[in-house]
């Protein structure tokens, strides 16, 4: 069981999700509603389409779950005599998991200029404190407690995000398919080659050669962002939205979306509400058991 794809859904939910959908076929030509837009938050730094309506359940509520798992480790770490630092994601570090901040690379230059590429967690355990075998032999237990807690499986809490899951993946492969898409990747790439720099062109690449070279130079994922990494990144940023990239190819993927979402509202209403109780259950467990 990956636990991780369930407590950190940022990858399923929105950017990873996304990059393993968009091979998929979108079957006959989607529907589209040109007169829809997505907005660039550039305070919060988030990518707002319209199916990030159907993200509002991922709030404070949405951390007890987290809580739930990490409680539930250190008292079986314990029972085992050794000691288990416990994380939990502040509330802002676990909204970024469910906005739509990086698909399309950096494109906020204010943004940039503070985190550099990504904005480190700064408190977060070294992933490699812990003895695994101790988590391999807790896991049975743990899994059995949290059904017990949520009232459903894991993978059934999983289920209750499939449809999200699936309109985002289907109007952003519809999105890659249009015209426009390759043409706000040029203006970009032509940017940052302008700027010396060399940009990676892979379907599901967004930066650049030296961003990335800069960024694994350090080791150490919660240090402050290097100047290099800075000033790489602000000159991403600042070529995105010079060419208006980010908010061109949001713009073709909430076009797609409006007409999907119109026709799964049922559905989409009823995981939200679903996938709410079951964090109110977290809630009330962690309350009692902290």
């Known amino acids: 069981m990956n636990l991780k794809k369930f407590f950190q859904p940022a990858m399923a939910l929105t950017f990873a999700f996304t990059l393993a959908c968009t091979s998929c076929s979108t079957g006959p030509q989607l529907e589209r509603d040109e007169t829809a837009q997505a907005t ?9 389409t319209p199916l990030e309506e159907y993200n509002d359940i991922f709030d404070e509520n949405s951390q007890y779950s987290t809580q739930a798992l990490e409680i539930l480790k250190q008292r079986c770490f314990a029972k085992h005599g050794q000691s288990y630092e416990i994380y939990i994601p502040d509330v802002e570090d676990n909204r970024k998991f469910f906005s739509s901040g990086r698909e399309f690379g950096l494109w906020n230059p204010e943004y940039a200029a503070k985190y550099g590429n990504f904005k ?3 408190n977060a355990p070294s992933s490699g404190g812990y003895d695994t075998k101790i ?4 896991m049975p237990e743990i899994l059995a407690t949290l059904k017990e807690i949520a009232g459903i499986s894991l993978e059934e809490q999983s289920g209750l995000t499939e449809a999200y899951r699936r309109i985002h993946g289907q109007s952003y492969a519809a999105a890659m398919n249009h015209p426009e898409w390759k043409k706000y990747r040029e203006a970009w790439w032509k940017c ?3 700027k010396g720099l060399t940009p ?3 379907d599901y690449e967004w930066g650049t050669q030296e961003l990335s070279n800069a960024t694994r130079a350090s080791d150490d994922n919660n240090a402050p962002a290097s100047e290099e990494e800075i000033r790489l990144s602000v000159i991403e940023a600042q070529c995105s939205k010079d060419t208006g990239m980010a908010q061109g190819l949001a713009n073709l993927v909430a076009s797609y979306q409006k007409p999907l979402i119109r026709d799964n509202e049922t ?3 009823e995981q939200r509400r679903q996938l709410s109780e079951v964090y109110l259950r977290y809630k009330e467990w962690v309350l009692k058991n902290q």
């Open 200 to 202: 990676r062109k892979g």
């Open 192 to 194: 940052l080659s302008d």
């Open 120 to 122: 480190r967690s700064g």
């Open 135 to 138: 988590m391999e032999q807790c």
């Open 267 to 269: 559905k989409l209403e």
């Open 40 to 48: 660039l938050d550039y305070k919060n730094n988030r990518i707002i």
